[in-house]
């Protein structure tokens, strides 16, 4: 009897000695290697490259991977060196290949059709259909909406300006979404719409001459809009500007600074590690963005902090009503138009 005990006690100090490793092993998180391939500029751009980098930075450290584990390229930015980058980091075995900025969505298209077995995501597009492609798009509809109540209840003149982006696919949704948020915030509130084909500095003296005292600018091909509102701040025409981040990346700048008075900003940073979470768990991330066009991935929005709207000097008026438009987007009290 007493040997069985002995022999019993042995065995059971043994597996006490065992078991940690067997929980450290099972807490371990799961080695993975992904892909980044930057936009043109990479690093330092301070746009979306900048954007998804602090995500990225944020991930490695949070999952202890290595330069080996996430590799990252930069593309130089026409579409054979694109498919050429991606291609590439899919050759030598990677989890996951992330196409960084809206520009790659011809690119992974293309190569997520060539490889079907293969995981690719791409971050600010909405717009590739593929089974195996992670499309992290942002509701711009809902930052839209906020962005009318901010202009409207900083506006003296009860008249706001849009300027926006014929070319953008979804122009006229921002549009209808940023009246509805004016609208919400001040009943006699006018919207004045302008929307620049090359350069916004026309467009922005129309605007001025109009007398608009707000404007929502969605235009990102330039900086032309700053220029010409720090143009009529030295006139002693000041007009207050609301703008978009990360694709803004002329926001950054000492002219922006002195008329911006708030910005939407579009956590690329949420996105990347979105995938990385899912990549370690062994998952993809595969929610509906776009039923009727067969687009999955994850639609960052208010309710999973994906957006938000930044106030840099906006009053405190329209800072207590932002949060109330924001509570009531997310318990869809208020419903965006799509």
């Known amino acids: 009897m007493g040997s069985r005990f002995k022999a019993g006690l042995i065995f059971l100090l043994s597996l006490s ?46 999952f202890g991977l290595s330069e080996l584990d996430v590799r990252e390229i930069v593309t130089s930015g026409n579409l054979f060196d694109r498919e050429n980058r991606i291609e590439f980091l899919v050759k030598a075995k990677y989890d996951l290949v992330i196409a960084i900025g809206p520009a790659f969505a011809e690119a992974i298209t293309y190569m997520s059709d060539k490889y079907p077995r293969r995981q690719f995501a791409i971050v600010g597009s909405p717009n590739v259909e593929s089974l195996n492609v992670s499309s992290m798009a942002f509701s711009t509809q809902e930052s839209a909406y906020l962005a009318g109540v901010m202009a409207a209840l900083n506006s003296k003149s009860s008249k706001i300006g849009f300027l926006g982006d014929q070319t953008h696919p979804n122009n006229s949704t921002l549009l209808d979404n940023f009246k509805a948020g004016a609208k919400s915030a001040k009943k006699k509130i006018k919207v004045i719409t302008r929307n620049p084909e090359s350069s916004a500095n026309v467009e922005v003296s129309e605007l001025s001459r109009s007398g608009v005292d707000v404007i929502f600018s969605t235009w990102s091909r330039s900086g032309s809009a ?33 008329v911006l008075i708030g910005y939407v900003n579009e956590r690329y940073d949420k996105a990347i590690m979105d995938l990385f979470e899912a990549t370690v768990a062994g998952d993809t991330l595969i929610e509906i963005v776009d039923g009727r066009k067969g687009v999955f991935g994850r639609k960052l929005n208010l309710a999973n902090s994906g957006i938000e709207l930044i106030s840099t000097s906006a009053n405190k008026k329209s800072k207590d009503a932002l949060a109330r438009a924001t509570a009531g987007i997310i318990s869809k009290v208020i419903t965006v138009v799509k």
């Open 17 to 62: 000695l065992f078991l940690p490793f067997i929980s450290s092993a099972e807490s371990t998180p799961k080695k993975i290697k992904i892909g980044i391939v930057y936009d043109v500029g990479g690093k330092g751009d301070k746009s979306f490259n900048d954007a998804a980098a602090i995500g990225v930075d944020a991930a490695k450290a949070k």
């Open 226 to 258: 700053v220029s010409a509102l720090s143009k009529l701040a030295k006139a002693k025409k000041k007009i207050k500007l609301i703008g978009v981040r990360p694709e803004q990346y002329f926001l950054s700048g000492k002219e922006a600074q002195k």
